[in-house]
């Protein structure tokens, strides 16, 4: 049988300055929590939606087998 799986996200605001960090320690924060509770980092998506290519938003992917 073909193995399943259950997919969730977590949106984190890019808001600020980018370059201090700040965003940096708080999604190894969630990505910590979520592996704890059984969930697989998958991947972060961000699109381009505010001026000059830059994103407001990213999203952290998790999976877990169900």
């Not at 998506?45 to 877990?64: C, K, M, N, Q, W």
Request: hydrophobic residues 35%.
């Amino acid at each position: 049988m073909q193995k399943r799986y259950e997919y969730t996200f977590k949106r984190l605001p890019l808001g600020g300055n980018f370059f201090t960090g700040r965003f940096s320690e708080e999604y190894q924060r969630e990505v910590r929590q979520y592996a704890q509770d059984g969930w697989r980092f998958v991947q972060a998506f961000s699109p381009a939606v505010a001026g000059h290519g830059a994103s407001r938003y990213t999203d952290l992917i998790f999976e877990r087998e169900l």
